[in-house]
């Protein structure tokens, strides 16, 4: 009989492993087709009539939510979540490149409406400015917050491994990212079709980074020196811009600036790391939802 401590230890199972990107895109699908079918069938629009029809619920909490939605924040929490792995790094990098293209090629194509430009005023319980422009479809909060959910979840360490514990952080995180997506519609700013579409199309986009990354690795620049060092300068430079960003949404000033404070921070510890040249290779990953 085997002893509990004769037993080796566990190794990762390749099934597992090749099943996280399918799961991920079979998500992603039927999150996009059921956007599709939202905005052909023309529910989306009575969708939203019927999600601001009456007393708006907790109104101008969503102005809180869906400043987590802005490509900078996501991009903050993205480099601190993955600490000094240069493989997550180079995911969410190449994730950020594609869900740019993914997010404004429809909207120039295809220049949707926005609901402030379709339903009259009295029928929106508005959060925030008024989004007066064109180029509904998709929403860029929910495409960009799946793209970075999806770029941590197939980058995390110990893929096929068990979560245990970690499954109430990452299921908060898929739950915070459906928050920020739902917010778009909340504020005002977006159809329901918009946001299924664009979560299914920022999921789609992880897999496309994931697999660029397994292709065409770009994890040995961020294990340099320099790689380190242009962390550091984006991260101060999103502390920078983000501070004087004009969202739309002054009741959530005070979020934006710790956001901001949050970049700054991680800029100097990074140049901590990078000036006292301590190992990247050697460093033991910190990151808060990694199984």
């Keep these: ?15 597992a492993v090749g099943a996280a990107p399918v799961r991920l ?11 599709v079918a939202l905005q052909v069938s023309g529910l989306s629009r009575e969708w939203m009539q019927w999600v601001h029809d009456g007393e708006a619920w907790l109104h101008e909490s969503w102005a809180v939510v869906t400043l987590l939605g802005f490509g900078w924040p996501l991009l903050i929490f993205g480099v601190v979540h993955a600490q000094r792995r240069a493989d997550a790094i180079a995911v969410l990098v190449k994730a950020a490149l594609l869900a740019m293209v993914a997010t404004q090629v429809p909207k120039l194509l295809w220049p949707h409406p926005r609901p402030a430009m379709v339903l009259d005023p009295n029928q929106l319980s508005l959060v925030g400015e008024a989004v007066l422009h064109s180029g509904s479809m998709p929403s860029g909060h929910a495409l960009a917050a ?14 096929g491994r068990p979560l245990g514990g970690w499954v109430w952080a990452w299921g908060g995180a898929l739950a915070m990212a459906l928050l920020v997506a739902w ?11 918009d946001v299924l579409v664009g979560a299914g199309a920022g999921l789609g986009v992880a ?6 990354e397994q292709h065409r690795p770009w994890r040995s620049w961020f294990d340099r020196r320099l790689g380190h060092w242009t962390l550091v ?9 983000w501070s004087f960003t004009r969202t739309g949404y002054p009741s959530a000033n005070g979020l ?32 808060g939802m990694s199984p």
């Design 183 to 193: 917010s778009r519609v909340a504020v005002g700013a977006h159809w329901p079709a």
């Design 25 to 35: 895109m079979v998500f992603g699908s039927g999150l996009f087709l059921w956007g």
């Design 1 to 15: 009989m085997m002893l509990e401590h004769d037993r080796e230890p566990h190794k990762p199972d390749r099934e």
């Design 256 to 287: 934006q600036y710790a956001t901001a404070l949050l970049a700054l921070i991680e800029a100097v510890r990074r140049a901590w790391w990078c000036q006292s040249g301590r190992s990247h290779a050697a460093a033991a990953p910190l990151s």
């Design 146 to 159: 799946f793209a970075v959910l999806g770029a941590a979840w197939l980058s995390r360490p110990g893929q």
């Design 207 to 212: 897999w496309l980074a994931w697999r660029w």
């Design 233 to 241: 300068g984006f991260l101060a430079l999103a502390a920078v811009s």
